[in-house]
């Protein structure tokens, strides 16, 4: 039988001050995945037409400490954890199984012509 555990978990959405290019985002990447792995933090990150969405999960103090860490990047700005349905926000204790884990990685949408 699989093992549960409870994972802290914490979304927000903000702006970019500026467009981010490949490059830049690539930068952002390798040093998130480098902190995250440190911090045993797991989640994904969406960035498209200067806006970011991103989840973060782990143990609550190191995803704490990470969001604190966002809020005083000067890349974004208007940061807010945006309001669920069911709950007031989306800040929260969720359980999952522990081999359900997922690192981040990155996609680019595909383009048609």
Same mark, same amino acid.
């Given at each position: 039988?699989?093992?549960?555990?409870?994972?802290?978990?914490?979304?927000?959405?903000?702006?970019?001050?500026?467009?981010?290019?490949?490059?830049?985002?690539?930068?952002?990447?390798? !040093?998130?995945?480098?902190?995250?792995?440190?911090?045993?933090? $797991?989640? +994904?990150?969406?960035?498209? /037409? %200067?806006?970011?969405?991103?989840?973060?999960?782990?143990?609550?103090?190191?995803?704490?400490?990470?969001?604190?860490?966002?809020?005083?990047?000067?890349?974004?700005?208007?940061?807010? !954890?945006?309001?669920?349905?069911?709950?007031?926000?989306?800040? $929260?204790? +969720?359980?999952?199984?522990? /081999? %359900?884990?997922?690192?981040?990685?990155?996609?680019?949408?595909?383009?048609?012509?």
């Amino acid at each position: 039988m699989r093992g549960f555990s409870v994972v802290y978990q914490l979304a927000y959405v903000s702006s970019s001050r500026t467009r981010l290019y490949e490059a830049l985002l690539n930068d952002i990447l390798t !040093v998130s995945e480098k902190n995250n792995t440190r911090d045993g933090i $797991s989640g +994904i990150l969406m960035y498209h /037409d %200067q806006l970011f969405f991103q989840v973060l999960e782990g143990e609550r103090t190191c995803v704490k400490n990470c969001y604190d860490r966002i809020l005083l990047d000067p890349r974004h700005s208007a940061i807010g !954890v945006p309001p669920l349905k069911w709950s007031t926000n989306w800040d $929260s204790i +969720i359980p999952f199984q522990e /081999d %359900q884990r997922w690192q981040e990685s990155e996609t680019t949408p595909k383009r048609s012509c």
